[in-house]
């Protein structure tokens, strides 16, 4: 029968954890440039310039139709082929920014066009900017509408960011590849890793319902 042994993994605990540091730290930013990317692109796509449209439409189609592993290959040795070299954790950044623009594009553009068109109207009544209807008419209504699928797209994106590890940036589960190698506890690293990227998963849930209760709900009514 196996024995079970994780004190390989105790011993090196510091490098689980300094690798699902970096894995925080690499979705955060990500998730933070890639609602940059999606609120510019469902801004765009909703606009009436065609062929900014059409620039959106062709990136996002690209990206959700083709593998994300794909994407980070062509990004990390496709690029320099044409000049363009990055550091593995920059390459991570870009593909991942990249990806989850995409799916958040389509996700933002689908809440502003639940926006009546009534409550556009109204704004624009009340002598308000564009920029002042895109901001208080359009956005925040739509976010409001549209924060769980996000959020479980950011969720999803975390998760996504294990494949990074292939062109050796630095993650959790790189982390767990090279302690595997070193210890060869297969079993039990990969039992670690796996509870590791669910508690991660959780926490991240538990703070994006926490943002949400503090950022869209409603004032009491009297």
Do not use: C
Not at 80 to 97: E, F, K, Q, Y
Not at 112 to 122: K, L, V
Not at 153 to 176: E, H, R, W
Request: proline share 5%; no cysteine; charged share 10%.
């Amino acid at each position: 029968m196996y024995h079970f042994n994780f004190q390989p993994i105790f011993d090196n605990l510091d490098m689980l954890l300094h690798g699902a540091w970096l894995t925080v730290r690499l979705s955060l930013m990500a998730m933070v440039l890639g609602l940059v990317v999606s609120v510019l692109g469902a801004v765009a796509k909703t606009s009436g310039i065609r062929p900014l449209r059409w620039l959106v439409d062709v990136y996002v189609e690209v990206i959700r139709n083709t593998p994300f592993l794909i994407q980070i290959f062509f990004i990390f040795f496709g690029l320099p082929a044409i000049g363009i070299a990055m550091s593995p954790n920059t390459a991570a950044l870009v593909a991942l920014v990249v990806n989850v623009g995409a799916y958040g594009t389509e996700i933002i553009r689908a809440g502003i066009e639940s926006i009546p068109q009534g409550q556009i109207e109204a704004g624009r009544a009340l002598a308000l900017s564009p920029v002042q209807i895109l901001r208080h008419v359009v956005l925040k209504p739509a976010m409001r509408n549209i924060y769980p699928a996000l959020t479980s797209q950011f969720i999803y994106l975390m998760l996504t960011s294990s494949v990074v590890s292939v062109i050796s940036a630095n993650d959790l589960a790189s982390a767990g590849a090279d302690l595997n190698a070193k210890t060869f506890a297969s079993f039990e690293v990969y039992l670690v890793l796996t509870v590791m990227y669910f508690l991660l998963a959780a926490g991240f849930s538990a703070v994006f319902a926490m943002i949400r209760r503090v950022a869209f709900s409603y004032p009491a009514s009297r």
